[in-house]
């Protein structure tokens, strides 16, 4: 069943300061507006069980960032197919979950006593929109947030090879936020240097390191060592996920993600001579398209 979408919002996220409204009459709406994220979902399980998802943000207003930088001006004369807005970057919400009669028809207890579900908490939201035609043939794609010593840490990354008018030149995003520190924004469309120092399919592990192209001109300025790995056995299997092309959803080639990566962050060159190592455990690590090839990854690592 096709999502009701409200066309105007949607097409155009990033024009409307972040606002959206995703919905459809199956499994309910997804809303930012008014400096909030709202979820209001609602779906049936397995076995025909019903379940609810309600979540609200709570505290400050979501932050937004823009990964297009300026390219987003000019994304609607059409050179950009894949369109990208993050809405919310884990900001601080509450929640609450109900399935009466539980999440499948098999979970009930050996007793014959069904398992219910009713509860509630406080949580984090990360919320982004992809929209236009189609993704990038191919791309990585890594999202977490830090607790503990590394609490109010937030890390994105996005990179591939976006179409760009008639090219598809290697990009990279990295917006990293560390409490004390200055917003971290890196792009290559902004000629920031991004070299890869390791990027294997095969070992899931990805190396990269940013710096400022014009550094030398403003002093001091922020370098970015960032390790990616996860156990292969936490990838997705079964022929991967879904995902936008030109043809419609397809999961060939799709993509592989784990939710147990590992973000290893080390931050020199920043004012006054500081510099930081972090540690994000549980990210999202996602290996899509032409990255799934181990030929295509090798031929992307840096040489230099």
Not at 76 to 99: D, E, N, Q, W
Not at 196 to 215: G, N, P, Q
């Given at each position: 069943?096709?999502?009701?979408?409200?066309?105007?919002?949607?097409?155009?996220?990033?024009?409307?300061?972040?606002?959206?409204?995703?919905?459809?009459?199956?499994?309910?709406?997804?809303?930012?507006?008014?400096?909030?994220?709202?979820?209001?979902?609602?779906?049936?399980?397995?076995?025909?069980?019903?379940?609810?998802?309600?979540?609200?943000?709570?505290?400050?207003?979501?932050?937004?960032?823009?990964?297009?930088?300026?390219?987003?001006?000019?994304?609607?004369?059409?050179?950009?197919?894949?369109?990208?807005?993050?809405?919310?970057?884990?900001?601080?919400?509450?929640?609450?979950?109900?399935?009466?009669?539980?999440?499948?028809?098999?979970?009930?207890h050996e007793d014959g006593q069904d398992?219910?579900?009713?509860?509630?908490?406080?949580?984090?939201?990360?919320?982004?929109?992809?929209?236009?035609?189609?993704?990038?043939?191919?791309?990585?794609?890594?999202?977490?947030?830090?607790?503990?010593?590394?609490?109010?840490?937030?890390?994105?990354?996005?990179?591939?090879?976006?179409?760009?008018?008639?090219?598809?030149?290697?990009t990279w995003l990295l917006c990293l936020?560390?409490?004390?520190?200055?917003?971290?924004?890196?792009?290559?469309?902004?000629?920031?240097?991004?070299?890869?120092?390791?990027?294997?399919?095969?070992?899931?592990?990805?190396?990269?390191?940013?710096?400022?192209?014009?550094?030398?001109?403003?002093?001091?300025?922020?370098?970015?060592?960032?390790?990616?790995?996860?156990?292969?056995?936490?990838?997705?299997?079964?022929?991967?996920?879904?995902?936008?092309?030109?043809?419609?959803?397809?999961?060939?080639?799709?993509?592989?993600?784990?939710?147990?990566?590992?973000?290893?962050?080390?931050?020199?060159?920043?004012?006054?001579?500081?510099?930081?190592?972090?540690?994000?455990?549980?990210?999202?690590?996602?290996?899509?398209?032409?990255?799934?090839?181990?030929?295509?990854?090798?031929?992307?690592?840096?040489?230099?």
């Amino acid at each position: 069943e096709p999502p009701l979408r409200q066309a105007a919002l949607w097409a155009a996220p990033v024009k409307r300061n972040g606002s959206l409204r995703y919905e459809c009459a199956k499994h309910g709406h997804i809303e930012v507006r008014s400096g909030k994220v709202v979820y209001n979902l609602h779906g049936v399980g397995r076995g025909g069980l019903p379940w609810e998802l309600a979540l609200e943000t709570s505290g400050p207003v979501p932050e937004r960032w823009t990964p297009e930088g300026w390219l987003g001006r000019v994304g609607p004369l059409g050179i950009l197919p894949c369109r990208y807005m993050v809405h919310s970057l884990a900001t601080p919400a509450k929640y609450s979950f109900k399935a009466p009669g539980g999440l499948s028809s098999s979970s009930g207890h050996e007793d014959g006593q069904d398992t219910s579900f009713d509860f509630g908490g406080h949580g984090l939201v990360h919320l982004e929109t992809n929209y236009g035609e189609c993704f990038p043939e191919g791309w990585m794609y890594v999202q977490g947030h830090g607790s503990g010593s590394a609490e109010g840490v937030r890390l994105l990354l996005t990179g591939g090879r976006f179409k760009i008018g008639p090219l598809k030149p290697l990009t990279w995003l990295l917006c990293l936020r560390v409490p004390g520190l200055p917003a971290l924004d890196f792009r290559t469309t902004d000629l920031d240097i991004v070299k890869v120092r390791r990027l294997s399919v095969a070992e899931k592990e990805l190396s990269l390191e940013f710096k400022r192209r014009l550094s030398w001109l403003k002093g001091s300025s922020p370098t970015v060592h960032l390790r990616l790995t996860a156990p292969p056995s936490t990838f997705s299997s079964d022929g991967g996920l879904y995902v936008p092309t030109t043809f419609g959803f397809a999961r060939s080639p799709g993509a592989v993600e784990s939710f147990a990566g590992t973000a290893e962050v080390r931050v020199t060159g920043l004012p006054e001579g500081k510099s930081c190592e972090l540690k994000l455990e549980g990210c999202i690590f996602e290996f899509g398209g032409t990255f799934q090839d181990p030929a295509v990854c090798a031929a992307t690592e840096s040489t230099s």
